[in-house]
């Protein structure tokens, strides 16, 4: 009985803040051809909110009809395989090295396309070109941020971030 109520109080809870007002928006909003209905009878009321592969294709429209191009774009943190570099015991010569061949979180890239594949874990993924050596490579959208902070670009992405990283 207790879990249920925590649960109904944790759906039924708007989000507070604009970034979550903004986020919950698309992933609940659909139109009407897409079959769409927010609270399905006997679904909790919560579930597009918090179901991250029916949130990952509205999610997908909403980006690629507003994102503004060129997008440039930079990792938020170390890439999985820069952690042991960085932050770990490997050698700065040999990160250095394997970012010849490997995207960096201390890159910039050129956003390209989105992929047509979600991936469940790592959610939408983008093509981007390295700026420096015109490479192209195949991230996780959510391991990404637009270099220009002031822009609605930037704030699309944090968004999406912010919510693929919290809700999963």
């Known amino acids: 009985m207790l879990l249920s109520l925590v649960h109904e109080q944790m759906c039924h809870t708007m989000p507070t803040n604009q970034q979550s007002t903004s986020?919950?928006?698309?992933?609940?909003?659909?139109?009407?051809?897409?079959?769409?209905?927010?609270?399905?009878?006997?679904?909790?009321?919560?579930q597009n909110w918090i179901n991250k592969t029916r949130g990952l294709p509205p999610y997908s429209r909403r980006l690629q009809q507003h994102l503004e191009f060129p997008c440039q774009l930079t990792g938020i943190e170390d890439f999985d395989w820069e952690e042991y570099y960085v932050?770990?015991?490997g050698s700065k010569a040999e990160h250095e090295?394997?970012?010849k061949t490997r995207p960096s979180c201390m890159d910039t890239y050129d956003l390209l396309s989105f992929d047509d594949d979600v991936d469940p874990d790592s959610g939408l993924l983008v093509h981007v070109r390295r700026v420096s050596d015109k490479k192209t490579f195949l991230l996780?959208?959510?391991?990404?941020?637009?270099?220009?902070?002031?822009?609605?670009?930037?704030?699309?992405?944090?968004?999406?971030?912010?919510?693929?990283?919290?809700?999963?």
């Open 87 to 89: 932050i770990g015991p």
């Open 97 to 99: 090295r394997l970012r």
């Open 23 to 46: 986020i919950w928006m698309i992933i609940t909003y659909r139109k009407a051809q897409d079959g769409f209905k927010p609270n399905r009878p006997g679904a909790p009321p919560c």
């Open 140 to 168: 996780p959208l959510a391991d990404l941020e637009a270099t220009k902070k002031k822009t609605k670009n930037y704030q699309l992405l944090d968004d999406y971030a912010v919510w693929f990283v919290n809700w999963r």
